[in-house]
């Protein structure tokens, strides 16, 4: 199996709380720019989907903290999709430190959004296959 796509960030003083580590909602931004690096990588732009007609939904998140990050730390984020056989896929995603430490998991269940009939489209494998320059990078 393949490496799963990855984006480094690093820890910033302004997004750690009174304690001095990393906000516990700053986990579900660092996650959602993983997620938006991947469709980048892959050939899809926010206009691309709008243009198509559809947005990707977050529809269920989950969050587990392992070890703290503090300022100036250096993580590697991780994102990879699993598809099923409907309307959803589930992300998952690793926050490493770069010496290793696991310091979160973010497990995600999403689906893409009909713009005009504010429904999930029945097969969202389907359109990212059509959108995606590299739809390799979503393991399809």
């Excluded at 990879?80 to 310091?103: H, N, P, S, V, Y």
């Excluded at 998991?105 to 969202?124: H, S």
């Amino acid at each position: 199996m393949a490496e799963p796509f990855s984006v480094r960030v690093t820890v910033r003083g302004y997004e750690t709380d009174t304690q001095g580590h990393l906000n516990q909602a700053v986990y579900l931004n660092y996650a959602e720019h993983a997620r938006w690096s991947l469709l980048q990588a892959a050939g899809i732009s926010q206009t691309g989907l709008v243009g198509r007609g559809v947005g990707p939904v977050a529809l269920e998140t989950n969050i587990r903290y392992l070890r703290e990050l503090l300022a100036g730390d250096e993580t590697d984020v991780t994102c990879a999709f699993e598809w099923g056989g409907g309307k959803t896929f589930r992300i998952r995603q690793e926050i490493r430190k770069t010496d290793g430490t696991l310091a979160a998991e973010v497990t995600a269940v999403g689906g893409l959004l009909d713009l005009e009939q504010r429904k999930l489209i029945a097969d969202p494998r389907e359109v990212f296959k059509e959108l995606a320059a590299d739809p390799g990078l979503f393991g399809l």
